[in-house]
């Protein structure tokens, strides 16, 4: 049995802190001393097992952007109830909250248009750079010209492949991927390196738009989610002093609650500006997005969707009248179904049962194969930009290779009587494309090959259609669809899943639906959109969101039951295996994400059992010198501040300061020469709420940014009016699992832990979210390891 062990204070020399970097995880002393202490108890029999070494937390500080690492940071969502924000919102008239009301709505409506015009622009982007491709190959077919054809066809996919990439590895590596996961750790309170930048937003856009139109399996919708984010996030900066563009009213934005409020609008508008889903946008980030949730959020995320469907609406009007190129098709509903009759039976019930495992159980799979070759995506991409662009060129080689070469093992079709579309299709998008058969006859597996990934949707989709593909030109689509969909993702090149994956379930969907055709009384179009709705909830693990997108992309609300009974089931099966794919690639990159549950083992802790030390404490009037130094020596974001006699009677915690707000306080070099408290005017008077705010970009004041003398080092400085004098505290004795909900439920950044002896120190360790990780706790007490893979409950 661990037994308590006696309390070591020392005065801080400015000696090496082992921990290095370390972000914020510490243990109390206290005044400016660091207390080396361990806590037990023999309170408990179940705690009797629960013992180890005590270390430091030097798990999950990094995180993988691109191919690289870099150190994390927790947001601030938390509101620092100080004397300047006392001050401020006592001081704040009407007109100034009228002023930050009217200023959230503008942002919020800015997010919506800005959002809907680069959805549109990539819409436009990819039918014509695609379309000039596709239709210029398909011309040198028709010449019987089919070496220079495959030439042809290759060489621009691997020129746009080569830029796409180049672009990404040079100048945005965090852009590369779909940007889901990373926006979903952000959302969660997880600030990476350059993830929502400028020119992280520059590369989505454009490299999203040269991935897409070089022919590679994937797709736009997980880029314009960040996209969106992006964009909301550039808005949210509160302005750009080096830009001159500033305005007094955004400084109200200049703090993570707002930005998070924004960027969750923003990956809302992504979805809708991708699949013209605008209640399927707001579902998404209800389901999958964001990690706090409230009505008044749901109120500005549907108004936002709401301007990107206006604004689709109105450009697409626009393109109809043929002033767009290529682009011209569709409306605000891409797979029109609605003029399908969806009637079903007992037997249909019964396929649909099946399609729904299936589902499951290729959507694990997929998982489970993504998860090993990112792995070792990861060992190449390490090598540095050239490799990352050699393997996007080798992969746009293998599947130009795929997409030209499978359809020469399909047979010719005769093109049907009653084709609606003209058959074969010559110079644009179609049903039935020729390729290398005579006159009158088409190419089933051309059709969907040759054709954007998101006309190739449309065709499977097609109702009246039943003939019109044999089944094996089904399975080999299928097979290359969910070969190329897992070795495509991984690239140096912004991509998403969402199509892939809706791809190869329309796929073999309709390959059910073709087999099922004599006894079944659905159309093989419908059974296309199960198969796509399986297969998505077998990856994604989303089922609400999704069953919402796909109604708005078909039209379809007859078939409301039957979507939502696949999503159900493959969702169910595939939890059975693994993790959502997003889940697992927010593992992958070591974005130390917190769950809303606590894991099992968590109940079997007490929160004194993971602090780690040691952690540096302030007195509430400091020497600046010893701030300087333990700035320099430590990475740690919050300082708990204990004021001690002559001070106070006793020891007692007055709150928590900020790194941030320390760096402004000694910039404004308020010093005295004696240990004493300054009134409260003089640093009121000095500084304003908005000077603490948190600059965008990274731009905020550095330690290195602070000219401090040798005469200035050996003064003191007033901390009071800065410090946060209302942080949330917890009992040492609070089981772990208990805190965790409170952390992850509050959006904390710093959970302090006040000891049950009252003689003791005020504080005995502050808990941060490395605290919670799986990685750090399980370091401490392997015995608690479970036997099974760690999975997210729901």
Same mark, same amino acid.
Not at 233 to 256: A, E, I, V
């Given at each position: 049995?661990?037994?308590?062990?006696p309390?070591?204070?020392?005065?801080?020399?400015?000696?090496?802190d082992?921990?290095?970097?370390?972000i914020e995880?510490?243990l109390?002393?206290?005044g400016?001393?660091?207390?080396?202490?361990r806590?037990?108890?023999?309170?408990?029999?179940?705690?009797?097992?629960?013992v180890?070494?005590?270390?430091?937390?030097?798990?999950s500080?990094?995180?993988?952007?691109?191919?690289n690492?870099?150190p994390?940071?927790?947001?601030?969502?938390?509101?620092?109830?100080?004397?300047?924000?006392k001050q401020?919102?006592?001081?704040?008239?009407k007109i100034q909250?009228?002023?930050?009301?009217v200023?959230?709505?503008?942002?919020?409506?800015?997010?919506?248009?800005l959002?809907?015009l680069?959805?549109?622009?990539?819409?436009l982007?990819v039918e014509n750079?695609?379309?000039?491709?596709?239709?210029?190959?398909?011309?040198?077919m028709?010449?019987?010209?089919?070496?220079?054809?495959f030439?042809?066809y290759?060489?621009?996919?691997m020129?746009l492949?080569g830029?796409a990439?180049?672009?990404c590895?040079?100048?945005?590596?965090?852009a590369?991927?779909?940007?889901i996961?990373e926006?979903?750790?952000y959302?969660?309170?997880?600030?990476?390196?350059s993830?929502l930048?400028p020119?992280?937003?520059f590369?989505k856009?454009?490299?999203?738009?040269?991935g897409?139109?070089a022919?590679?399996?994937?797709g736009?919708?997980g880029?314009?989610?960040?996209t969106g984010?992006?964009?909301?996030?550039l808005l949210g900066?509160g302005?750009?002093r080096k830009?001159?563009?500033?305005?007094?009213?955004l400084?109200?934005?200049?703090n993570?609650?707002d930005?998070?409020d924004?960027?969750?609008?923003?990956s809302?508008?992504?979805v809708a500006a991708?699949f013209?889903?605008?209640?399927?946008?707001?579902?998404?980030?209800?389901?999958?997005?964001?990690s706090?949730?409230?009505?008044?959020?749901?109120?500005?995320?549907f108004?936002?969707?709401?301007?990107?469907?206006v604004?689709?609406?109105?450009l697409?009007q626009?393109?109809?009248?043929g002033?767009?190129g290529?682009f !011209?098709?569709g409306g605000?509903?891409?797979?029109?179904?609605?003029?399908?009759v969806a009637?079903?039976?007992m037997?249909?019930?019964?396929?649909i049962?099946v399609?729904?495992?299936?589902?499951?159980?290729f959507?694990?799979?997929f998982?489970?194969?993504l /998860?090993?070759?990112?792995?070792?995506?990861s060992?190449?991409n390490e090598?540095?930009?050239?490799f990352?662009?050699?393997l996007?060129?080798?992969?746009?080689?293998?599947?130009?290779?795929c997409?030209?070469?499978?359809?020469?093992?399909a047979?010719?079709?005769?093109?049907?009587?009653d084709a609606v579309?003209?058959?074969?299709?010559?110079s644009?998008?179609?049903?039935?494309?020729?390729?290398?058969c #005579?006159p !009158?006859?088409?190419n089933g597996?051309?059709?969907l090959?040759?054709?954007?990934n /998101?006309?190739?949707i449309?065709i499977l989709?097609?109702?009246?259609?039943?003939n019109e593909?044999h089944l094996s030109?089904?399975?080999?689509?299928?097979t290359?669809?969910?070969?190329?969909?897992?070795?495509t993702?991984?690239?140096?090149?912004?991509s998403?899943l969402?199509?892939?994956?809706?791809?190869a379930g329309?796929t073999? !969907?309709?390959?059910?639906g073709?087999i099922?055709g004599?006894i079944?009384?659905?159309?093989p179009?419908l059974?296309?959109l199960l198969g796509?709705a399986?297969?998505?909830?077998g990856?994604?693990?989303?089922?609400?969101?999704?069953?919402?997108?796909?109604?708005?992309?078909?039209?379809e609300?007859?078939?409301?039951?039957?979507?939502m009974?696949v999503?159900?089931?493959?969702?169910?099966i595939?939890?059975g295996?693994?993790?959502?794919?997003? /889940?697992?690639?927010v593992?992958?990159?070591?974005?130390?994400?917190?769950e809303?549950h606590a894991?099992?083992?968590?109940?079997?802790?007490?929160a004194?059992?993971?602090?780690s030390?040691p952690?540096i404490?302030f007195?509430?009037?400091?020497?600046?010198?010893n701030?300087?130094?333990a700035l320099?020596?430590t990475?740690?974001?919050?300082?708990?501040?204990?004021?001690e006699?002559?001070l106070?009677?006793t #020891?007692?915690?007055?709150?928590?300061?900020?790194?941030?707000?320390?760096?402004v306080?000694?910039?404004?070099?308020?010093?005295t020469?004696?240990?004493?408290?300054?009134?409260?005017?003089?640093?009121l008077?000095r500084f304003g709420a908005?000077?603490?705010g948190k600059?965008g970009?990274?731009k905020?004041?550095?330690l290195?940014?602070l000219?401090i003398?040798?005469?200035?080092m050996?003064?003191?400085v007033d901390?009071?009016p800065?410090v946060n004098?209302s942080?949330y505290t917890?009992?040492?004795?609070?089981?772990?699992?208990k805190?965790?909900?409170l952390?992850?439920?509050l959006?904390?950044?710093?959970?302090?832990?006040?000891?049950?002896n #009252?003689?003791?120190?005020p504080?005995?360790g502050?808990?941060?979210r490395?605290?919670?990780?799986?990685?750090?706790?399980?370091?401490?007490?392997?015995?608690l390891k479970?036997t099974? #893979?760690?999975r997210?409950?729901?």
């Amino acid at each position: 049995m661990e037994s308590e062990a006696p309390h070591h204070h020392f005065r801080w020399d400015g000696g090496n802190d082992t921990r290095g970097t370390d972000i914020e995880s510490n243990l109390a002393g206290p005044g400016v001393s660091m207390s080396l202490e361990r806590n037990g108890s023999d309170h408990s029999d179940l705690r009797e097992p629960l013992v180890r070494k005590r270390t430091m937390n030097t798990t999950s500080q990094i995180a993988i952007v691109g191919a690289n690492v870099y150190p994390i940071e927790s947001l601030d969502y938390e509101i620092v109830e100080n004397d300047l924000f006392k001050q401020d919102w006592r001081s704040r008239q009407k007109i100034q909250i009228v002023e930050y009301i009217v200023l959230k709505w503008t942002l919020t409506m800015l997010i919506g248009l800005l959002t809907g015009l680069v959805g549109f622009f990539n819409n436009l982007a990819v039918e014509n750079i695609a379309g000039f491709k596709l239709l210029l190959t398909s011309d040198l077919m028709l010449k019987h010209r089919y070496a220079l054809a495959f030439f042809t066809y290759a060489g621009c996919n691997m020129i746009l492949a080569g830029t796409a990439a180049a672009i990404c590895a040079y100048i945005a590596p965090a852009a590369a991927g779909s940007g889901i996961p990373e926006v979903k750790a952000y959302l969660n309170g997880v600030d990476a390196h350059s993830i929502l930048a400028p020119s992280t937003l520059f590369v989505k856009i454009f490299g999203s738009i040269l991935g897409v139109s070089a022919g590679f399996v994937l797709g736009k919708e997980g880029p314009m989610v960040h996209t969106g984010a992006c964009i909301a996030n550039l808005l949210g900066q509160g302005g750009s002093r080096k830009y001159h563009l500033t305005w007094r009213g955004l400084r109200y934005f200049k703090n993570d609650r707002d930005r998070r409020d924004l960027i969750t609008c923003g990956s809302a508008a992504g979805v809708a500006a991708a699949f013209r889903a605008p209640v399927g946008g707001v579902l998404f980030a209800l389901e999958e997005a964001a990690s706090w949730w409230r009505s008044a959020l749901l109120w500005r995320t549907f108004f936002t969707t709401a301007i990107v469907a206006v604004v689709l609406r109105g450009l697409i009007q626009f393109c109809k009248s043929g002033k767009c190129g290529l682009f !011209g098709e569709g409306g605000l509903i891409m797979f029109d179904l609605s003029e399908s009759v969806a009637t079903y039976s007992m037997p249909d019930l019964i396929a649909i049962l099946v399609l729904g495992v299936v589902g499951g159980v290729f959507g694990g799979l997929f998982n489970f194969l993504l /998860d090993k070759l990112l792995r070792t995506y990861s060992i190449i991409n390490e090598r540095g930009a050239p490799f990352k662009i050699l393997l996007t060129i080798t992969i746009s080689l293998l599947t130009s290779c795929c997409s030209f070469g499978l359809p020469w093992l399909a047979s010719c079709t005769k093109c049907p009587a009653d084709a609606v579309e003209q058959c074969p299709t010559v110079s644009r998008s179609g049903n039935y494309k020729n390729f290398q058969c #005579p006159p !009158g006859y088409y190419n089933g597996l051309a059709s969907l090959f040759f054709n954007t990934n /998101d006309d190739a949707i449309r065709i499977l989709f097609s109702s009246g259609t039943q003939n019109e593909f044999h089944l094996s030109s089904l399975f080999i689509f299928f097979t290359a669809i969910y070969s190329l969909g897992i070795i495509t993702y991984g690239i140096a090149v912004p991509s998403g899943l969402f199509i892939p994956v809706i791809l190869a379930g329309a796929t073999y !969907g309709r390959i059910v639906g073709t087999i099922l055709g004599p006894i079944t009384d659905l159309d093989p179009g419908l059974f296309a959109l199960l198969g796509a709705a399986s297969f998505l909830g077998g990856t994604m693990r989303m089922t609400v969101s999704v069953c919402v997108i796909l109604l708005e992309l078909t039209n379809e609300l007859l078939m409301l039951p039957l979507v939502m009974l696949v999503l159900l089931i493959s969702k169910t099966i595939a939890d059975g295996f693994n993790k959502g794919v997003y /889940d697992q690639i927010v593992v992958m990159k070591g974005l130390p994400y917190m769950e809303a549950h606590a894991e099992p083992y968590m109940r079997h802790l007490a929160a004194r059992d993971v602090i780690s030390g040691p952690l540096i404490s302030f007195s509430g009037v400091e020497q600046v010198g010893n701030i300087i130094r333990a700035l320099q020596l430590t990475g740690h974001n919050g300082f708990p501040v204990v004021d001690e006699p002559p001070l106070s009677d006793t #020891p007692e915690l007055v709150g928590l300061v900020l790194r941030s707000h320390l760096l402004v306080l000694l910039n404004g070099k308020r010093f005295t020469k004696d240990r004493v408290t300054q009134p409260r005017e003089n640093v009121l008077m000095r500084f304003g709420a908005s000077d603490f705010g948190k600059s965008g970009l990274g731009k905020g004041l550095k330690l290195q940014d602070l000219e401090i003398t040798d005469e200035e080092m050996e003064m003191y400085v007033d901390m009071h009016p800065i410090v946060n004098t209302s942080p949330y505290t917890v009992a040492e004795t609070m089981s772990l699992a208990k805190a965790q909900v409170l952390f992850r439920a509050l959006g904390l950044r710093h959970l302090c832990v006040v000891p049950k002896n #009252p003689k003791g120190p005020p504080i005995a360790g502050i808990l941060t979210r490395h605290d919670f990780m799986p990685e750090h706790i399980l370091g401490l007490f392997p015995h608690l390891k479970p036997t099974k #893979p760690l999975r997210a409950t729901t």
